[in-house]
């Protein structure tokens, strides 16, 4: 007789078919912490992308306010005898355009220029926000 393998086989006592399904479980559990994980990301990627219309819209409205001011140093003496801003209705106009449910409100006063941009912030709280800057002329 020959012998081919001469390492023994050890034969476990037991019965197969206690076993059977537990690798089952162990990949529905899995399934379970992955779909959570997922929807954990993205929850992540909701938010980021709402954080980034935020900031959008407050990036806007601050340059719209300092363009608005600039107009007014660059037309210091239409300021300094009326009192008022030039080009009103061009700076309304332009602000509804740029943000929604958008409104400027400006007040000169001392050669202080005091510009308030406000705007609809649908997505933070359903309220509006505004920016104002206060400056010299």
Do not use: C
Request: avoid cysteine.
């Amino acid at each position: 007789m020959i012998i081919l393998n001469s390492k023994p086989v050890f034969i476990r006592p037991g019965r197969p078919a206690q076993q059977r399904g537990v690798t089952l479980i162990e990949i529905l559990i899995t399934l379970i912490v992955l779909s959570v994980g997922l929807l954990g990301l993205a929850a992540l990627q909701s938010f980021s992308l709402q954080a980034g219309q935020v900031s959008l819209l407050r990036t806007q409205a601050t340059n719209f306010a300092y363009e608005v001011a600039d107009h007014a140093r660059a037309n210091r003496s239409i300021v300094e005898t009326s009192g008022n801003v030039p080009n009103a209705d061009l700076w309304n106009t332009r602000v509804t355009q740029l943000l929604p449910g958008g409104s400027v409100a400006v007040s000169v006063s001392n050669m202080q220029i005091t510009v308030t941009v406000t705007w609809r912030d649908d997505r933070e709280n359903a309220s509006d926000a505004d920016f104002e800057i206060t400056t010299r002329i």
